[in-house]
């Protein structure tokens, strides 16, 4: 590859992927008190794969840079970031303030210009809101090609980046040059735990602290959330003894 | 006021989760403009004329928008949007959907809403959040507002007799840096589609290994005429395609009748299934978490029940 790459990797802190929210007493948001919070899954895997890459191509990959929007304990997760192998880091502190993708991206697209990056790896979306829009937004605002939801990245020696894409029923293969954006699927790697050492090492590496307001971008909220309420609670529960039982409930209920 | 509806074809059929999104579209209350592209977009156009409340049909069909990349349909829908009358843009919350919508609101600097599942009013909806586990109605500010629609929370529209609706052809806009097709391998399969089979028998982690899934789901999967899914464990474990996975991370479905087989029901695997009509869960575990969601539940050996099951059907 003519350039070198520079990845940046924007990871969320997110509620853990295995609790179950509550929601607030004013149906307005999530109960965050007490809860504990871990780096959005598919965050991980775009980690992951950036130091895969960067082991497979040691001479190809100059430096990978993550970023983290979020209040002040969003260190944490850049800290598990550092400790995985990225070289350096940037907290773009917004307090509690939620912020849309579309504002996300802004933000990002402020962050690669500083960064010079080339190449943006990041989760398909995130466990919390669940959109899935900001690595294509991201994308749009920065007219770079977008592979997203991805299940296997490869580096040819033509520089040019193959994705194998899950799609409806199957997979994709799509090809582009850098610079360009890969978000994440499941499948595409089994992200480590980080060990203690490696934590208490990347307490060394760099850890940036910004505001919004440093890279010229305000935070604008487009969507108005009027109401956050449980799904409609199901009636299970109910056990049968039998085959013939089971089928007979069904016959009762109509479903076959 | 009116609604443009980017509808997804298959040869000259509309896919089954455009369906659902044009019923969202529908709903939306306003004129519908159905934009169909690609090369094969023409020979769906028949089709769409079956849907009530189209009111016009417009068509690109450039070889550029085949296999639907972002980076060339993104600017084309950009391009019909801006300075228009439509005030809503709607597009199923498919791989395709997901892909390119967020990249139109990044090109006219709007706020996409994801995956709704119920229209309050055109700027007012109701979308999953945090897995399925908190639902937000969400009102947008924007002066056009974009949604992706979730296919199993939406009825498809019928298809009545054809009404005479104007096309309009538009020609190829310039896309912007993109990535290149290069192959797809999409799973054939006997069965129903998943997205929208009114029956699904899914199996997990308890059927032990792929050849057992096999024997175990296929024979009763045949028998109900149902799409086949699967747990994300299931899938980790190499029994099935990713493609049948069913979850926060895969396919959310809502079939008039779910049979989960050997699956302990995990947070992320609920997501995925409980606005199904009617659950039954077949596991060895009665401790299992799919049971409190499932409207019947039998408790035993998999190996045994769905066999006799599928013999006494």
């Not at chain 1, 056990?239 to 409930?249: M, Q, W, Y």
Request: aromatic letters at 4%.
């Amino acid at each position: 590859m003519s350039s070198k790459v520079r990845i940046l990797l924007p990871v969320k802190r997110v509620i853990d992927a295995a609790l179950k929210p509550r929601i607030n007493k004013t149906q307005t948001g999530i109960e965050s008190a007490g809860v504990k919070f871990s780096i959005n899954p598919f965050d991980d895997i775009a980690v992951e794969e950036a130091i895969k890459i960067k082991n497979e191509h040691k001479d190809l990959v100059e430096s990978i840079h993550a970023v983290s929007i979020g209040p002040a304990k969003a260190q944490d997760i850049l800290r598990i970031a550092l400790a995985k192998g990225a070289d350096t880091s940037t907290l773009i502190d917004v307090q509690d303030q939620e912020v849309e993708p579309l504002q996300v991206s802004k933000i990002l697209k402020a962050v690669q210009e500083r960064q010079n990056s080339n190449l943006i790896i990041l989760g398909k979306q995130a466990i919390d809101d669940d959109s899935n829009q900001t690595g294509q937004m991201l994308a749009g605002l920065l007219n770079w090609p977008q592979a997203t939801n991805a299940s296997k990245v490869k580096i040819n020696s033509d520089s040019t980046v193959e994705v194998e894409r899950e799609i409806d029923g199957g997979v994709e293969v799509v090809k582009a040059s850098l610079p360009m954006i890969i978000t994440t699927d499941l499948r595409l790697n089994e992200p480590k735990f980080v060990t203690l050492p490696k934590m208490m090492k990347a307490k060394k590496k760099p850890l940036e602290k910004l505001k919004v307001e440093d890279l010229g971008v305000s935070i604008e909220k487009r969507l108005e959330i009027l109401k956050l309420e449980d799904p409609p609670a199901r009636q299970g529960g109910l056990k049968v003894g039998s085959v013939d039982e089971l089928i007979a409930k069904l016959k009762e209920l109509k479903a076959i | 006021k009116a609604t443009l509806a980017f509808v997804e074809t298959s040869g000259s059929k509309i896919t089954p989760s455009s369906l659902s999104a044009l019923r969202a579209a529908q709903q939306l209350g306003n004129p519908i403009t159905a934009l169909l592209v690609g090369t094969e977009a023409k020979g769906a156009v028949d089709e769409v004329k079956k849907v009530s409340s189209i009111d016009k049909i417009v068509t690109s069909s450039s070889e550029k928008y085949d296999h639907y990349l972002p980076e060339q349909v993104s600017p084309l829908v950009a391009s019909l949007l801006k300075d228009s009358e439509y005030t809503n843009f709607v597009v199923a919350a498919s791989a395709v959907g997901k892909n390119f919508l967020p990249r139109v609101g990044a090109l006219l600097d709007l706020q996409p809403v994801s995956d709704i599942i119920k229209v309050v009013s055109t700027d007012t909806f109701v979308r999953p959040t945090y897995a399925g586990n908190a639902l937000a109605t969400v009102k947008s500010k924007d002066s056009q507002v974009l949604v992706s629609v979730r296919s199993s929370a939406f009825a498809p529209v019928e298809l009545g007799s054809a009404s005479d609706v104007a096309v309009e052809d538009v020609s190829f806009v310039e896309g912007g840096n993109g990535a290149e097709f290069v192959s797809e391998e999409i799973v054939k399969s006997e069965r129903p589609d998943l997205g929208s089979a009114k029956v699904v028998v899914s199996g997990g982690r308890g059927l032990k290994n792929k050849e057992e899934f096999d024997k175990i789901i296929n024979p009763l999967a045949e028998k109900l005429n149902a799409a086949i899914g699967a747990s994300r464990a299931a899938v980790d474990a190499g029994f099935c395609d990713n493609s049948l996975q069913v979850g926060q991370t895969g396919k959310v479905v809502a079939p008039d009748l779910y049979i989960a087989v050997g699956i302990s029901g995990a947070i992320q695997h609920l997501a995925g299934m409980k606005d199904a009509k009617t659950i039954v869960a077949i596991n060895k575990d009665e401790e299992a978490p799919i049971f409190s969601v499932a409207d019947v539940g039998l408790v035993g050996d998999v190996f045994e029940i769905v066999p006799e099951l599928t013999s006494k059907l």
